[in-house]
């Protein structure tokens, strides 16, 4: 596997972090600090390029190696030296274990104030009095489970908090 190809990239739509699986947000195209690999679509934000580990359908640049000077009839051309690739590609590195997941603090709800029709499939629609689990909060967009086991992001300012935050 070779390097991820990332380019400068605006995410239309709420995003996570193929890396740190945080989500990638912004409302403008300069608040939105994404980035898109062109070989695999991997999204990244920029803090996460450096990290993002090999890219798994980038082509890998393969190194030519000198066979004794010499083509196989054993007579030199010229004083060029003969190359040849490998036969068998080296196995990629095994990945990374994943971080351990840390203790998580005791639930927290909201209730919907109004309906949300989502316009993305990672959005989850909200219906008024609908209860939802947070389970994070990213700016002006939280994360949320519905009681129906229905989850996505849904603007903050469309629901109150419910019990002891």
Known sequence: MGDHKFVKAYFS???WCDFCKEFIWGI???QQKGFKCSACNAGAHDKCRASAGPCPKAPVPVKATPVNNTPVNNTPVNNTPVY???AVV???TPA???AP???QPAAKYAKALFDFPPESEHELELKEGDKVEVQREEGEWWFGVKEDGRQG???YNYVEKIGNW
């Open 28 to 30: 403008t195209k300069k």
């Open 153 to 155: 992001y849904f603007p």
């Open 101 to 103: 997941v840390p203790q």
């Open 90 to 92: 080296p196995a990629p």
């Open 96 to 98: 990374p274990a994943p």
């Open 13 to 15: 739509s709420p995003t």
């Open 84 to 86: 040849n690739t490998p």
